[in-house]
């Protein structure tokens, strides 16, 4: 069974094609959580104490950027999302400051 390349024990679940790196899923989570907040660090998006809409659409993708953030920043976030009638807009706030 192959194994990972980051951490050379545990097996391989992840193969992130176009930089050739196979990851367990330890490895793969942290990779994830490194790039996302290396993106948000590069790019000056969010600074602690901020207020922070975020639009959680129930998928993957949403979900993750989420959890990281409620990780990681000391912030405010704002969750935006659409109720099952698709017509209105609900807003939650989840204060994450210590
Ligand atoms: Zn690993």
Redo the contacts with the bound molecule.
Sequence with gaps: MPT?N??N??PVVFNRIYSGEV??K??FIHSIEKKTLHTISKYSMIHHGQRVAVGVSGGKDSLVLLYILKKFQKITIMILSQSQSMKELKATEMNLLP
């Design positions: 990972c980051k951490c024990r545990r990851l367990c330890s490895c």
